[in-house]
Structures are given as C-alpha cells and as structure tokens.
C-alpha cells in the first residue's frame, strides 16, 4: 500500500479528535432504552488542535518516517516499538498516536497516544522511540507522528500492525453467577464465528467438558443518541455467551474460549468457583473504577487510580482468596467512546476471567434523555444502558419483570441484592414491587445476612446537594424495607471516596438498622467535598482502594483496603 493510499484511508476514518471530559445466526437483542472528569496536561494541550468536526491535515513529507515492530502481535495486550525519525523542527506539542482504520468508514478517534518527547532527544534528534501496548479491537492499528497540535497535521504513517489470530482472537472473558449453584455464565468477545465453544477441566490443558455459546451484539441504532451514535462509535464485536454446568464448589477449573471451527482459542484462563452455602466466603467490593492503560499512553478519557486498584485486586483473586467481585457501578466509564468497553475488559480480565464478577449499573452507563432511566441526566453520552447489558448478562428477575437491571442471588451465608438506582426505585414502581417480594421470601436461617448494593448512595457526608437531594429519595422510599428486613449492609458508590455510617435510620444510628458503605474509591478521580455528620464513622476522600468481606454463619468482618494492601477501615458484626 503506498503512502498516499494511506493517507486517503486514514482522512476518511479520522475525522474528528474529540477530548471533552453476517451471519444469521447472530441475534440482535437489543432495543432502545433504556463529570468533572480527571484531566491529563496533554490532553489540555491536544483539547486546542481538535473539534467535533474538522478533519485532520495530513502533510506527509519526504524524512519523516514510522513504524512498528513487531508488525504481527501474538495475543491482545502485547506490545509493540513505535521507532521514527526525520521531524523537522520537533516540538513539545509533537505526539506519536495510534489510530484504528474504521471499517465502515465514519470518524473515529485515537486509541491511545503519547508525547513524542517522552523520548529522549527527540527534541534535538526529530527521532525517537517509544513503547505501546496494544489490545485486539479486531481491526489493524496505524502509528502516526502528529506534528503541532495547536494545528494538527500528520507527516508520518506506518504501515498496518495486526494480530496472529485476526479479528476472530477471543478477548474479555468475564464469569458470573446463575440461579443454579453448580454453574458459571462466561462471557467473551470476537468477531462472527461458527461453533463458540468453552473447554474447560479441572487439570491444566485437559479440558473433559464443553459447552456451545449463544452469540449477540447491539448496533449503533441500538444507541439513543450522542457520540455513542456519531464519531465514538465502534462496532464493538459479537458476544458469545456459554453456560459451565456440574460445577463443583471451593475448585481450581482451567478453561479455553473460542471457535471449534477454526480452532482459534484464547490462551489457558483458570477459574476459581465459589465456596458451598456452608462454607466461609470471601467477597472485594468497588465502585467507580474505569480505564488506564498500563504502558503509560493517554486517551480520550482514563482514570489513574484504576490501575492499581485493578492490580491490588486481582492479586487477591489470584491468591485464591476471593468468591465473588461485586462491581457497582460507573464500570468502564466509556461514556460514548465504545472501543474504551473493550479497552476496560482487557484491564480486568485478571479479575473477571476467574471468579465470579457481578456488577450493579450506574449513571455513566444508563442516563440519557429519552431513555428508559429514572434520572434524565446525560451522563452515559448516548448508551442508555445498552452496551453494559450485553456484554454483562446478569441474573434475571422472573419473567413478570422482563429487561430489568436488578436481581438477587445467595452466596454462602448472605443473600445480595443488586439495585438499580438509575431505574424507578419509589413505591408502586416495579423495581420496588420485586425488592418487597424478594425480601419477604429470604431465609434468614439460611442466609443471615443481607446485603443491599447499588450505585448512588442512600447516605452520603457532602456538600453536594444534587446527591443528597437523590439520597432522600431513596431513603424515603427504600430505608423502612431495609430496616423491617434486617438488611445489613447497603454498599453503594457514585460518591468518589470511601464512607460508613453507624446502624442508621433517618440519619440516627439505631440498633438493628444497616450500615452503609460508599466504596466509590476503584479509580476515577476522588471527590473533595467530604463533610463530617454524626452518623458517619468513618469518611475518607483521599484515598483509592476497594473493600473485602470475610462472611461467616455468625460473623462478617469488613475492612476497606489500599491498593498497597494497608487496611484503613474495619467493621466487625455479628449475629
């Protein structure tokens, strides 16, 4: 391909640079329905050269020249070394970005990109070199030296870097519960396959049973509007769902995903099932976490503090101690940018690909006006919900409550419940009609402990009167079942720092009432308008971390955790 067919191909994908904050067999299941954002310098600088609708000039010249090695990566998250030369007049506002051509032909974005002075004497020299990590969006990256940023041109493109294995690699494999104990639901990503398949066993490599997939997708018309429908648009794959069954409890498993068909597989992930319902259980607790990359590039939007939680995480998954990872809210934080979805599983695959992940959603998935969400916000940018419903196939309500973004489950000796305080929670809304009805059938000599979780807190120490203002609608309308039920705990996020409460009740602590936990702490930046109230035991808007429960039939204890591992907060309660 020559240069200047390269150029034409790149101009008419990479319209816009915006930094604001088939086979039949394929179902499409969706229908439509239903920030201060941490800044990095160079995004401020590169904020000055782009707009929503001015493409990019592209000036090759005769020196400048890029390229990648090695040109073929063998599994997504690999990297590569991005080498040029030739710059006239280098500059500070000089970057070396990433780009993925878009198959259907609209504006795209970078994927990732950094200063080009982050080498060293690139200043002096015009070359340099610098390395990037690089996950599968099945499509082939192009390097590009973007010259000035203040009045963008690219003077330099490589030539394509792809993976081994295409389009059809299978990437973000994550692990929830069922309704049936001796199961786990896994789901992964990949271009249209024919046979979607899990192996999996209980040795390394001796995979004795398999289970077919069911495969879904949603499409840009599924997006009610926005950038989710415009330039941050990304197809975002197929999603192949398969159900391991027989299933035995406190068990090592190891598994391969992929398509019988071709024989393309995804490197060997182990699988730790949870503990029998007598057993003691292990469970990490987060909210509000979203996407940094680990090779240090920028993108349009990424949340620093993610990355060692993520990492502090997945230590204790890998350590065997963890049952269940119970993520609420505010997940990816892709907010319209759909490759970032995919950039996120990459990140928690650590996480999600062994134990059991279950998630609550949260404003920055759900709001949008039109939608079908109780807050008509525009927080999601335009994905009202749609990709985290698919790509997360949580447990489902009965089919009197058809499409709806909350459930329940046992686990051990607790029985959780998921909300979603993005849809109708007051009295007479279905929501509230399936929390009344699952409450009252709880077996407290089976499960005695109740634990509530969702995004946007019932109890909050802040300033912020919109927050509070939502706080007292949901107390008013779900604090008199939590206290008649004996709810224990009430985790919720949204609120960026990490708080508890006494046993509260209309903001006065009394015996018999939950606790509640804000763990907004998983890595977008922290909030700063913490007050002191004399409900409130503990508050905390310095620090990220995550929470950790160790649930007994008498006892659970809490403890909430930096990612270096220092416990900053610890609750006992027993029965």
Known sequence: MSRVTQAVLLVLTVVCFVLVVASPKIKIVHKKRGFAVHRFAAEKILQKGFSDDRPL???LTSNATISASPSVLERSGDSVTVTWSGVSNPHTDDYIAAFLPNRNGT???PIRYKKAELSKDYLTTGSGSLEFNLVNHREDYTFVILKNISAPSIVAISTPIRFKLGEKEPTGPHISLTQNKDEMRIVWTSANVTTPTVKFGKQPGAYDKSAIATSTTYTREHMCGGRAKTYGWRDPGIFHTAIMNNLTPSTKYYYIVGDATSNIWSAEQVLYTP???????HV????DMGHANADGSTEVDQQLGARDVTRAVANEVSQGNVDLALHIGDISYARGYSHLWDEYMHDITLVSS????????GNHEMDYPGSSSYFQGEDSYGECGVPYDVRFPMIRPEVKFPDRLWYSFDLGYAHYVILSTE????????QHEWLTNDLKLVDQTKTPWVIVAGHRPAYLAS???DNEKVAEEMRKNLEPLFYEHRVALAFWGHHHSYQRTCAVLHKKCTKGAPVHIIVGTGG?????NCIKLPHFEYVDCSNYGYGRMKITKTDLIWEFVLPDGTVKDKLQLTK
């Open 57 to 59: 000039a592209v000036r």
């Open 107 to 109: 504006t795209t974005i």
């Open 284 to 287: 990490t607790v987060w909210g």
């Open 463 to 465: 300033t912020g009167k």
């Open 354 to 361: 062994r134990v059991a992940y279950m998630l609550s959603i």
């Open 275 to 281: 503990h029998d319902s007598t057993s003691t259980t």
């Open 423 to 430: 849809h109708n929670f007051t009295i007479g809304s279905a």
């Open 524 to 528: 977008m930046h922290l909030s700063t």
